[in-house]
């Protein structure tokens, strides 16, 4: 998938655009500035935006391409990330370390889902916050971007039991109108959660 993902950033083109997921920064103006960690980051959007906004940013992805478009972002920006050039399976991060975790578009096959969300959900220290939002399996029906392949889309209760041990969660499958650049344009069926870590 490296390459795939490397291939697709290699474009001058920032292919999902500079501006950050609209959601994410819908969450992410309600809360506090604190520590952040964004995992599949790509082209550095909402990690810069986070930047922006006070927050000190970790971020990482397995596309050197994409972390060199995160870092000129930044630089464009004249804030400063922490970009991890990691995978999933080999990404390094503080346990309870951080106030967010923001998982935006960070598609995985079904067979590594769980493992992978459970991980990820340990780097929020206690009263930390996630902020997700990903394609559902009802996705298949637009053209609007995302996996043609419904092993790496999501059901709400696939997502619901992953993070099942967050509280006060709020879960919805919508509908939106999405306008991220070129391979995220048009209506799109999402997923959204955000709960607060014990």
Avoid: C
Wanted: aromatic share 10%; glycine share 8%; hydrophobic share 40%.
């Amino acid at each position: 998938m490296t390459s795939f993902w490397d291939e697709r950033y290699a474009i001058r083109d920032y292919v999902y655009g500079k501006l950050p997921n609209s959601y994410f920064a819908e969450q992410l103006d309600l809360l506090t500035p604190g520590k952040i960690l964004l995992p599949a980051e790509g082209e550095g959007r909402n990690a810069v935006y986070a930047a922006l906004n006070g927050w000190e940013v970790t971020a990482f992805d397995s596309s050197i391409e994409g972390k060199k478009k995160a870092i000129q972002l930044a630089d464009e920006n004249k804030v400063t990330i922490n970009y991890l050039l990691a995978g999933y399976d080999e990404v390094m991060f503080e346990p309870q370390g951080y106030d967010v975790l923001a998982i935006i578009y960070a598609h995985i096959p079904s067979s590594h889902r769980r493992a992978i969300h459970r991980k990820l959900i340990t780097a929020l220290k206690p009263g930390g916050k996630l902020i997700f939002e990903a394609f559902s399996k009802e996705q298949m029906k637009y053209n609007s971007g995302g996996p043609r392949n419904l092993n790496m889309l999501y059901s709400a209760s696939e997502i619901s039991e992953d993070f099942n041990i967050l509280t006060n969660t709020h879960l919805e499958e919508t509908v939106v109108h999405l306008q991220e650049g070129p391979h995220h344009m048009g209506d799109g069926a999402v997923i959204r959660l955000t709960g607060s870590m014990l």
